[in-house]
Nanobody, 124 residues
Framework: QVQLVESGGGWVQAGNSLRLSCEVS????????IGWFRQAPGKEREFVGR????????TYADSVKGRFTISRDNAKNMVFLQMNSLKPEDTAVYYC?????????????????WGQGTQVTVSS
């Protein structure tokens, strides 16, 4: 059974940082592309960033580029999202995702596996 379990969400003031973690089990982690999406209240789930299977390719949404960094630890089956210079508009539930493709699709319907989400709230 494939499981993705996020942690590390919480409440922070604007300008501060948070690091989200995602523990993945039930699949051969090194052969999956990974990424993060988020969903704010009343909005569609949107792409945040992704990393290829090999870790050599990363891409980010324009809204987070330069502030957020994705990383992976294949030895521990872990995915991370370092979020710096947080803004109130970053407030959302953040979801970890995994996909069999070489690089994760940015289309929600095409992603193979999802975590349950972790809430991030940024106050001004």
């Amino acid at each position: 059974q494939v499981q993705l379990v996020e942690s590390g969400g919480g409440w922070v003031q604007a300008g501060n940082s948070l690091r989200l973690s995602c523990e993945v089990s039930g699949l051969t982690f090194s052969t999956y592309a990974i990424g993060w999406f988020r969903q704010a209240p009343g909005k569609e789930r949107e792409f945040v960033g992704r990393m290829s299977r090999s870790g050599s390719i990363t891409t980010y949404a324009d809204s987070v580029k330069g502030r957020f960094t994705i990383s992976r630890d294949n030895a521990k089956n872990m995915v991370f999202l370092q979020m710096n210079s947080l803004k109130p508009e970053d407030t959302a539930v953040y979801y970890c995702a995994a996909d069999r493709r070489m690089i994760l699709s940015m289309v929600v319907a095409e992603v193979d596996y999802w975590g349950q989400g972790t809430q991030v709230t940024v106050s001004s």
